[in-house]
């Protein structure tokens, strides 16, 4: 059974930073990519960032490229999202989801496979 476990959330202060972390567990094999969606109150869910397990690929939404980075660790089955720079408008439920994947990612939402519970954050002005 695939199972997606988020954490890093909480409270922070525009500029600040927070890691998100999605432990990985029930896959056999690398080909699946990792995605980050998030929904702000009131708004549509969208996605953040992703990456291909079996071959690093990444794409991370444009208007958040320059202060989010996603990143892996196989030795831990670890996604991080280093989000720095952090504002208001981040603040959103962020979820970390997987998909089946041959060699990309960056999907919509609704072609994801498995979701985390979701993980809530909090950007102050």
């Known amino acids: 059974e695939v199972q997606l476990v988020e954490s890093g959330g909480g409270s922070v202060q525009a500029g600040g930073s927070l890691r998100l972390s999605c432990q990985v567990s029930?896959?056999?094999?690398?080909?699946?990519?990792i995605q980050w969606f998030r929904q702000a109150p009131g708004k549509e869910r969208e996605g953040v960032s992703c990456?291909?397990?079996?071959?690093?690929?990444?794409h991370t939404k444009d208007s958040v490229k320059d202060r989010f980075t996603i990143s892996s660790d196989n030795a831990k089955n670890t996604i991080y999202l280093s989000m720095n720079n952090l504002k208001p408008e981040d603040t959103a439920v962020y979820y970390c989801?997987?998909?089946?994947?041959?060699?990309?990612?960056?999907?919509?939402?609704?072609?994801?496979?498995?979701w985390g519970k979701g993980i809530l954050v909090t950007v102050s002005s």
């Open positions: 029930g896959f056999t094999d690398d080909n699946y990519a």
């Open positions: 990456i291909v397990k079996s071959n690093g690929r990444t």
């Open positions: 989801t997987a998909e089946r994947s041959r060699g990309g990612c960056w999907s919509h939402w609704h072609a994801m496979d498995y």
